[in-house]
C-alpha cells in the first residue's frame, strides 16, 4: 500500500507563486508514475502534470504549460509541482497521485491518491 500526504497549498495573488508537495510512503514504487490533478468547485477533476519516477519524463495540460513544473525526489519519495504565474482560475484542490503500472493524463490510470490541498488564487 502506498500513502499519499500533499502540502503546500494556501491563499496567494495573482502571479504569485507556490510549489505543492507530495510526500509516499509505504510500498517502494520505484517503477510507478505519478500526476498531479485539481478539481475545482462544481467541476470534474482533470489532470495537471504527471511525470514518470524512472527517467523523469513529464507531461503537462495545455492550461498550466510554461507556468507548473512537475519534479520529484526520488531519495525523499517526494514530488513537487512548482506554480508559477498563479490565476485566478488555478483555484481548486489539488490531488496527488501514483499509479503502479502506468502514468498518464487519466485518473484511471491511477491506483493511490491523497486527500488534497487547497489552492486558492485571488485577482
Known amino acids: 500500500q502506498v500513502q499519499l500526504v500533499e502540502s503546500g497549498g494556501g491563499l496567494v495573488q495573482a502571479g504569485d507563486s507556490l510549489r505543492l508537495s507530495c510526500a509516499a510512503s509505504g510500498r517502494t514504487f520505484s517503477s510507478y508514475g505519478m500526476g498531479w490533478f485539481r478539481q475545482a468547485p462544481g467541476k470534474e477533476r482533470e489532470f495537471v502534470a504527471a511525470?514518470?519516477?524512472?527517467?523523469?519524463?513529464?507531461f503537462y495540460a495545455d492550461s498550466v504549460k510554461g507556468r507548473f513544473t512537475i519534479s520529484r525526489d526520488i531519495a525523499k519519495n517526494t514530488m513537487y509541482l512548482q506554480m508559477n504565474s498563479l490565476k485566478p482560475e488555478d483555484t481548486a484542490v489539488y490531488y496527488c497521485?501514483?499509479?503502479?503500472?502506468?502514468?498518464?493524463?487519466?485518473?484511471?490510470?491511477?491506483?493511490?491518491w491523497g486527500q488534497g490541498t487547497q489552492v486558492t488564487v485571488s485577482s
Open positions: 511525470i514518470r519516477w524512472s527517467g523523469g519524463s513529464t
Open positions: 497521485a501514483a499509479g503502479r503500472t502506468s502514468w498518464g493524463t487519466l485518473k484511471s490510470m491511477y491506483d493511490y
